[in-house]
């Protein structure tokens, strides 16, 4: 959660990079020319969002970790552990995607017509519905996989780098780091659909909710591949910091989980 309020110019001027092409610019022409207030516009609400999906997600995870173990099964073989992962990050969207949806309109310009998370979530259900709670479900739900192209960059790499190194603590977190800089780059059109979809951008010449096939269309037509990468270096830039706060104090987040379950952490599912 520190992380994110570190990097929350980040995450704003990448929402506002794909939202608002041309009017960002670079990430240090961004954080220069953007006023503070704007740059840490809807930290409170990232915050308790990110401490929320973390929460839904570890729990979930190491929930079906603990239910495995106890069927006989090893949790941690690589494909049981990148498929409970899977379904930990399908729980995690359908419980938290609204939290999100709420996020981005606080990121963006003009201000939305409320200042946090609770307010706005019953602002956007009393003036558009519940189904804009959930827009851009299925691009959310199509970012799962970024873990899947993760888990295959680590695997290609620690055989390539292979020896003591790969297997060190610093190995490991450069290994990883690398893998999530991969899986973010390959998933990264994905993320921008998404934010289009939860921030409803109107596009002019389509229907008001056009297929998934038909906007990728327009785009490449109207913008050309390269708006599928608006502001993916503050994405990447933020990834690297998430990564390391992640790597610090994966530990601490997995003993809580346990605490709250009721039950003592074991080696063997951290």
Do not use: C
């Not at 999906?53 to 690589?78: A, C, H, I, W």
């Amino acid at each position: 959660m520190a992380a994110s309020a570190i990097t929350q110019p980040l995450t704003v001027l990448m929402a506002r990079a794909i939202m608002e092409p041309g009017e960002v610019g670079g990430i240090v022409k961004g954080l220069t020319q953007t006023r503070i207030s704007e740059l840490f516009s809807g930290t409170k609400a990232t915050v308790i969002s990110v401490g929320v999906s973390q929460f839904v997600y570890f729990y979930t995870l190491y929930g079906l970790m603990m239910e495995l173990r106890r069927l006989g099964v090893d949790p941690k073989r690589p494909l049981t552990h990148l498929s409970l992962s899977a379904v930990a990050g399908i729980v995690n969207v359908f419980l938290t995607l609204p939290l999100w949806v709420v996020n981005l309109k606080l990121k963006l310009k003009p201000p939305p017509p409320f200042t946090g998370l609770w307010d706005g979530l019953e602002h956007v259900l009393r003036k558009e519905g519940f189904g804009a709670l959930y827009a851009g479900l299925g691009w959310q739900l199509a970012l799962v996989t970024n873990p899947v192209v993760k888990f295959g960059a680590v695997n290609l790499l620690r055989r390539l780098i292979d020896g003591e190194f790969a297997s060190s603590a610093h190995g490991t977190f450069l290994v990883g780091v690398v893998g999530g800089l991969v899986a973010t780059i390959v998933t990264y059109p994905l993320q921008v659909l998404n934010t289009l979809a939860k921030g409803n951008k109107p596009f002019p010449d389509l229907d008001k909710d056009p297929k998934p096939l038909r906007i990728i269309q327009y785009i490449l037509k109207n913008f050309g591949p390269g708006y599928f990468y608006n502001g993916m270096k503050s994405k990447l830039l933020q990834s690297v910091i998430a990564a390391g706060f992640l790597f610090l104090f994966h530990d601490r987040i997995a003993r809580l989980i346990f605490a709250l379950m009721g039950v003592e952490a074991k080696k063997t599912l951290l």
